[in-house]
């Protein structure tokens, strides 16, 4: 194999088209480079992301034990509205949530398959809606820590998407809007605590995504279940590969496992 690593979240770096890397053992692989190239993957073992060890993944890269131990999986990463550190209240690690949960958040919409609200960390704009597969996106309200932009995201909620169809959005079933009509058509619905925190002044970002040849349908590849993958690559959008024969694969579903990489 010509690259061998624990499979972690595709980098990615903002341009026309975005450009995507693999961080393997010894270097990054770009993966633009492999657009229309047979590509290999093997799978080799499991390497959870937090103790290394070859224990299989349970949830976002992490074993079992870990998933319930490190801080970097507590339930507000995925329900930002549970977040307490504003209150000085632990939940895994008080520094580690300090961090992470006292820092600039926006609240935006993106447009992947439908229009969604999201919360993300000021630093990951615009690498999470590059990551939702968004074509477009913009930001709604920027608060000074997580839990104003969970319970700001629970409220738009009742009135817009918060889930991505995957599948509409990797065979580009998708439209475009109107997403500053979409933004001031939700602003009463913010909650008062973030009110004073509402964006105006920026537009649409429009995203665009390394695609040669978009899949008919989609039939997505598990590496438990199938090992040893071969296949051209045909596009990279969110954080899937897509390959010529309608196969998916989702790098960032996939990370805590070790693979091999071959391209011809």
């Known amino acids: 194999m ?17 450009q ?4 393997m053992e010894g270097g990054f692989l770009n993966l633009n480079q492999a657009l229309n190239k047979t590509l290999t993957l093997q799978f080799i073992k499991h390497q959870c992301l937090n103790c290394g060890e070859n224990r299989p993944i349970y949830r ?12 970097a999986a507590g339930d507000w990463i995925m329900k930002p ?18 961090r992470v949960q006292l820092q600039p958040h926006i609240v935006y919409l993106a447009n992947s398959s439908n229009v969604k609200v999201g919360v993300t960390r000021k630093t990951q704009v ?17 608060v000074p820590n997580r839990y104003l932009a969970g319970i700001t995201e629970v409220a738009l909620k009742e009135h817009v998407g918060d889930k991505t169809n995957w599948r509409k959005m990797l065979t580009n079933s998708v439209e475009d809007v109107d997403l500053v009509e979409w933004r001031e ?8 605590e973030a009110q004073d925190y509402f964006i105006t002044a920026n537009t649409e ?16 590849l598990n590496l438990d279940k199938n090992p040893s993958f071969t296949g051209i690559l ?14 998916v694969f989702n790098v960032r579903g996939s990370e805590g496992y070790y693979v091999g990489i071959d391209i011809n």
């Open 185 to 192: 058509k939700l602003k009463s619905y913010i909650p008062g």
């Open 126 to 142: 615009p690498t999470r809606w590059i990551d939702q597969g968004a074509h477009e996106a913009i930001e709604i309200v920027e």
């Open 20 to 23: 995507y890397f693999l961080m």
């Open 234 to 247: 045909k596009g990279i959008k969110g954080q899937y590969l897509i390959f010529e024969d309608n196969t």
């Open 2 to 18: 010509l690259y061998e690593g624990v499979l972690r979240k595709m980098r990615t770096e903002l341009g026309q088209p975005i």
């Open 81 to 98: 509205e549970l977040s307490t550190a504003h209150l000085g209240k632990e939940d895994r690690d008080l520094e580690y949530e300090k």
């Open 205 to 220: 970002t429009n995203l665009e995504f390394p695609v040669v040849q978009y899949p008919e349908k989609v039939q997505s």
């Open 60 to 71: 976002q890269g992490f074993c079992k034990n870990c998933f319930f131990e490190t801080p």
